[in-house]
Nanobody, 123 residues
Framework: QVPLVESGGGLVQPGGSLRLSCVAS????????MGWFRQAPGQERDFVAG????????YYADSVKGRFTIARDNGQNTVYLQMNSLEPEDTAVYYC????????????????WGQGIQVTVSS
């Protein structure tokens, strides 16, 4: 059983929007902070956004601040990434991640990864 499954990716024009969803299963969702990462071809996987396990605290990479919003619904075991004002530089495979603990930490290990979903921003 795959613990994290992403959906909502695809092709969008520059300036457009997409909402990614990630459904968790097989573990206690609200014991984990959740995050989103992305990896463009030939580049490392980079942190995009994180959210605490109760949803009160959020964290963003500088490159997406003001354009992307992370949110979670613990009743639905789901974390979302709303992406607005998309740019060609946002093109990447996006990964959902779960990290045991209250707040997202850049130094703590990720416990679960999703399989990734493609987002392409192009005219």
């Amino acid at each position: 059983q795959v613990p994290l499954v992403e959906s909502g990716g695809g092709l969008v024009q520059p300036g457009g929007s997409l909402r990614l969803s990630c459904v968790a299963s097989g573990y206690t969702f609200d014991n984990y902070a959740m995050g989103w990462f992305r990896q463009a071809p030939g580049q490392e996987r980079d942190f995009v956004a994180g959210i605490s396990r109760n949803g009160d605290s959020t964290y963003y990479a500088d490159s997406v601040k003001g354009r992307f919003t992370i949110a979670r619904d613990n009743g639905q075991n789901t974390v979302y990434l709303q992406m607005n004002s998309l740019e060609p530089e946002d093109t990447a495979v996006y990964y959902c991640a779960a990290q045991y603990g209250f707040s997202w930490s850049r130094v703590r290990d990720v416990n679960y990864w999703g399989q990734g979903i493609q987002v392409t921003v192009s005219s």
